[in-house]
């Protein structure tokens, strides 16, 4: 199976700019890739990063390397939704393919086995996200194509039935989190296996968990050193 | 195994206040009730509703006789915390014995046999929520107690570690939503199954999806006519 990491090399993760500096930002996607990469790769898979720009994985990411011989970068600067649609099955190659966002910090080989693993008869299989996001997925039919702009999931449904594909769906609490707003990272610190890079480097950059009025957030103890 | 379903019979769901007025709140809250109690007696069970005050299930509830006749209520006033352990597996009686949330308005019989039949060699099994919390467990030994207040899925952690009990952790987005915050509601209407009870509610309620800047809400349509 082909596993694509599409990845956004330049100015990730926007939505965390009430807690982290760009320079952060950057450095947390960084890791948060290197973790699915990770993940990936011991699952049995030789991973191919689709990056907006350049991007340099031996120097950018801290992986051994047995991950970094495992891991090819392409660099495809258009929408997501073109840039997955061009490496889906096709009439001339209809071997299966996934696609994983690179911000899944949750990830496990585990979790990504029964992805792969799930439905061989489905021709679709979605590992939603919160908010109808589509964080993972399996496609091994060439008349299925992705739309990831609005409610995704639901067009993935709509898409497959359109085109008579079966689709099945994989209830996974660690693919379903994709870490986008700041009260998501509660979820890298209280998940994330604690030798992977995305918890060590938000605690590295002084994130804590905090426990008030018996709900539980993240803290920022340290002050940010990168601007 | 025992299933127990604490629910909060007065005043539930205070954290949807900015869109459900108190008595939308209870209906809706009365919703998911009845769809995680069918769930739990398709999965073959016959649960038990812990609930804060008097509840008459009947009158409130829209499920069927079969439902009806596998439900029981007792009327516990303490705090969660309280009320559960009290249920949990003793000495004198360690069948083992599940709490289930009564706001996980994803739960299928299917996501909930998953739940029931993990790790049959684990002492406690949970299925986390989003923040640290503690959704739906399993405890098998008598040794466990539980402790809701604050991060307590990872409470619960600490307390089977000290006391040398085995603990494992089910991956599910089903049983890791509950729905407590209005953004949540869009999962109801994502997920939700068609003919469930909160999905009805919410869409007579005049809830639907909305779709802006590529990301899903709810949006509310019809005006409220319960105060």
């Given at each position: 199976m082909h596993v694509v990491v599409p990845?956004?090399?330049?100015?990730?993760?926007?939505?965390?700019?009430?807690?982290?500096s760009p320079v952060e930002r950057s450095?947390?996607?960084?890791a948060m890739l290197a973790d699915v990469l990770c993940a990936v790769v011991e699952a049995g898979h030789e991973p191919t990063v689709v990056a907006t720009a350049p991007f340099d994985l031996e120097a950018e990411?801290?992986?051994?390397?047995?991950?970094?011989?495992s891991v090819s970068v392409v660099v495809d600067d258009r929408p997501l939704t073109e840039a997955v649609n061009d490496r889906l099955p096709s009439a001339e190659d209809?071997?299966?393919?996934?696609?994983?966002?690179?911000?899944?910090?949750?990830?496990?080989?585990?979790?990504?086995?029964?992805?792969?693993?799930?439905?061989?008869?489905?021709?679709?299989?979605?590992?939603?996200?919160?908010?109808?996001?589509?964080?993972?997925?399996?496609v091994r039919h060439p008349a299925f194509r992705?739309?990831?702009?609005?409610?995704?999931?639901?067009?993935?449904?709509?898409?497959?039935?359109?085109?008579?594909?079966?689709?099945?769906?994989?209830?996974?609490?660690?693919?379903?989190?994709?870490i986008d707003e700041p009260e998501d990272l509660v979820e890298v610190l209280i998940h994330g296996n604690e030798t992977n890079c995305a918890p060590t480097r938000l605690r590295e950059l002084?994130?804590?968990?905090?426990?008030?009025?018996?709900?539980?957030?993240?803290?920022?103890?340290?002050?940010?050193?990168?601007?």
């Open positions: 990845f956004a090399a330049t100015e990730p993760k926007t939505r965390l700019e009430s807690v982290l450095a947390v996607a960084r990411l801290t992986v051994d390397d047995r991950v970094l011989e209809d071997d299966p393919v996934a696609v994983v966002m690179a911000d899944l910090a949750l990830t496990t080989p585990e979790t990504l086995e029964a992805l792969f693993a799930h439905g061989d008869d489905a021709e679709v299989t979605i590992a939603p996200g919160r908010g109808g996001g589509t964080n993972a997925l399996v992705v739309d990831y702009h609005g409610a995704s999931y639901l067009d993935h449904c709509a898409i497959a039935r359109e085109r008579g594909l079966r689709l099945e769906t994989v209830d996974s609490f660690r693919l379903g989190t994709d002084g994130f804590e968990l905090e426990t008030q009025d018996g709900r539980v957030g993240v803290v920022r103890v340290g002050e940010s050193t990168q601007s």
